[in-house]
Each structure stands twice: as C-alpha cells, then as structure tokens.
C-alpha cells in the first residue's frame, strides 16, 4: 500500500479455460477485508475478558433464558454444591424449597420476578435457593433484562448473605432476651 501500512486482502482466483480444456487465462479478485479482520479480532478480544470476568468472579452468575437457566458461572454452581451441568436446562423453583420465607410459593415467585424483570425492571430481591446437601442458601439476587424483547436473556447475579442474615437474626433474638430481663 502507499502508506506502507499492511492490508489483509482476501484473493479469488478462477481459471478460464478454452474448448479443448487448456487453461488461458487466470483471473484473480482481491477485496480488503482489513476492517473485517481487526473487527473480529476486537470481538474476539472482548469475548475473552468477559469470558474470564464470567469464570473468575465472586459472585454467581446465571443466565435465564425461557424460565431456564442457560449457562452459570463456577461461583454459582459452588454456592449450590452441584456441578455446573446440574444447574443449566433448571428452572430457579427447581433449586428452591416449595415455599419461600414469606410463605409464598417459590414458583409463583419466579413467574412474578421474571415477568418484572423481561418488563425492563431491574430487581433485587433475597431468595432461598436448597444445596446439594439439602441445607438452604440465602441469595442477594440482581436480575436484569439484556437483549430485545420479548425473548431477552436474564442476567441473574447471586451474592451468598447467609451468614449476613444468621448474624441479623442472632441479634434481633438477643436484644429480645435483653428487653425481656
């Protein structure tokens, strides 16, 4: 090139042959896919840190897609006990008691939050989802809508609070003891 900045080039080449078969001539088209390739160089690089952003952080994350859980990150699976592939094709009742501590039932709970949620409504909300082991898990849940409706993928981020709210309630009952002396 004139600047003596490199090119990609991608190169078509077709033979024309005669009537007995001999090749005559060669022709040849050159197209610059220089924007193409540093374009997709730029998206590979971007999949890449929100592949290790997905992979190496703290909080779980989860994508809901239909009412299902679509892909989880190591973070969310270890908050459950259960390997990654346990979790993704499950519906979040499905990793939840029937009732949650309002006494309402996990199930209607999904249908009302995931509705919110895909409406363009950023929630946060406390949920119990059961481990492995059958011991419940107390979730900070964020869930927010990424995508065109109406079939936008949910981005569901879980922070672990039970210890947080075992802490709250071991409180509460002790200044009870105390107002009680």
């Not at 730029?42 to 299902?68: C, M």
């Not at 011991?135 to 849940?141: A, D, F, G, P």
């Amino acid at each position: 090139w004139t600047d003596a900045e490199s090119r990609y080039v991608r190169w078509v080449h077709r033979g024309l042959f005669d009537e007995e078969g001999r090749l005559r001539e060669i022709q040849s088209v050159g197209r610059d896919i220089t924007d193409q390739r540093i374009a997709e160089e730029l998206l590979r690089s971007s999949e890449e840190r929100l592949r290790t952003l997905f992979e190496s952080a703290t909080e779980g994350i989860l994508t809901i897609e239909r009412g299902v859980f679509t892909s989880c990150n190591p973070r969310a699976a270890e908050m459950l006990g259960l390997p990654t592939q346990a979790i993704i094709g499950k519906t979040p009742e499905q990793l939840s008691p029937e009732y949650q501590p309002d006494g309402r039932r996990s199930e209607d709970h999904v249908r009302e939050n995931l509705a919110r949620a895909l409406s363009g409504d950023p929630l946060t909300f406390e949920w119990v989802h059961t481990r492995a082991d059958g011991s419940e898990v107390i979730m900070e849940i964020s869930l927010g809508a990424s995508g065109p409706q109406p079939n936008a993928t949910l981005l569901c981020f879980w922070r672990d609070i039970t210890e947080r709210k075992q802490a709250e309630d071991e409180l509460f009952r002790s200044r009870e003891e105390l107002r009680a002396l």
